[in-house]
């Protein structure tokens, strides 16, 4: 009973230990400053102190960021350009991959485990032509701090500067999971900065969304040049699934054309004598389209014989 007990207990601590570390790896601040650019476009810097515990966060850490959004009902990919990536201060290895609906930046070496405690990532990136333009106002819509993270967010702020002279008409933000409608941030305006800032922790697969109504004239409309990125984003694969189709019947008709065509008759005119070189049973063929009988045989053999190419006794 006594080796049982104490069996029990060094479970429960070593149990204990485990959801202690696991409880403490967390993000603590997540800080996001986006300047927005006047032809629509912006750059991002995201600031993240993690502590890590060897549980989720290991050589580094994933920060997974949305490929689409949604226009006229259509999936439009976002252009990002990833600028550079540091932890604590140093430049660090990262990877770009496509998992999904996922724009995933892989942080860390494979070949290196991180210290237990406290690090601190630094991500700089650009979105192209992020504002989205309705009639009466422009939008900035950011998520800013993904959705995808699994382990909790203690704080999280995000800081928006405008391009000289655009102004801002109205601000929302929701915190949650994705597709939530709580609003559990304070905002301020602080030295040209518009701040959002949770007023409660996030959990799990939890985040902040942030909108900012924009008057127009602020920023710039779209150029010729990204509305005509915009069009082949929305239609690139059914202009190269219709040039695909045209391709491959034009291939077709061309060696039906070549090979499979008839040859071209020519002209039709009366005949008043047998044709030359036809035996009598291809005579007799041609006539009635089959072979009848066994005259068209016997006339043949007559014909080579009258040849002398055989002889009948």
């Keep these: 009973m006594r080796i049982l007990f104490i069996s029990l207990t060094v479970f429960w601590v070593w149990f204990g230990s485990g ?4 409880a403490k790896e967390r993000i603590t601040t997540f800080d996001v400053e986006i300047q927005v650019e006047k032809n629509g476009d912006i750059l991002v810097t995201e600031t993240i102190d993690v502590i890590a515990e060897g549980i989720h966060i290991r050589r580094g850490i994933y920060r997974d960021l949305p490929r689409f959004f949604s226009l006229d009902g259509e999936k439009i990919p976002y252009r990002y350009t990833v600028v550079s990536v ?6 660090e290895t990262f ?3 496509k998992l999904g609906n996922a724009y995933r930046i892989r942080i860390g070496d494979a070949d290196t485990y ?3 405690g406290p690090h601190r990532y ?3 990136y ?3 032509n992020q504002i989205r333009y309705f009639k009466d106002y422009d939008e900035l819509y950011w998520n800013a701090t993904g959705s995808y993270w699994t382990f909790p967010i203690d704080k999280a702020v995000v800081r928006v500067r405008l391009p000289e002279g655009a102004t801002y008409a109205g601000q929302s933000a929701y915190t949650g999971i994705l597709g939530s409608r709580s609003q559990n941030y304070v905002f301020r305006e602080t ?3 518009l701040i959002f800032e949770t007023s409660r922790a996030l959990g799990v697969n939890e985040g902040i969304t942030i909108s900012l109504s924009l008057p127009k004239g602020g920023i710039d409309p779209p150029s010729a040049a990204d509305l005509r990125a915009l069009w082949w984003a929305k239609n690139a694969a059914t202009f190269f699934f219709v040039t695909t189709l045209l391709g491959v019947f034009a291939f077709y008709y061309s060696k039906w054309s070549r090979y499979g065509r008839d040859p071209q008759m020519g002209p039709l005119f009366a005949r008043y004598e047998p044709p030359k070189n036809y ?3 291809a005579v007799s063929f041609i006539h009635y389209k089959s072979i009848r009988g066994h005259k068209a045989l016997t006339a043949t053999l007559i014909a080579l014989a009258t040849k002398g190419w055989i002889d009948i006794d």
Aim: glycine share 8%; hydrophobic share 25%; aromatic share 0%.
């Design 19 to 22: 959801m202690s570390a696991l």
């Design 86 to 91: 540091q932890r604590d201060g140093k430049k």
């Design 95 to 97: 990877k770009r991959q």
């Design 114 to 116: 991180l210290s237990s």
């Design 122 to 124: 630094r991500i700089n």
């Design 126 to 128: 650009k979105v192209k």
């Design 191 to 193: 030295n040209g900065e």
């Design 279 to 281: 035996s009598p049973a």
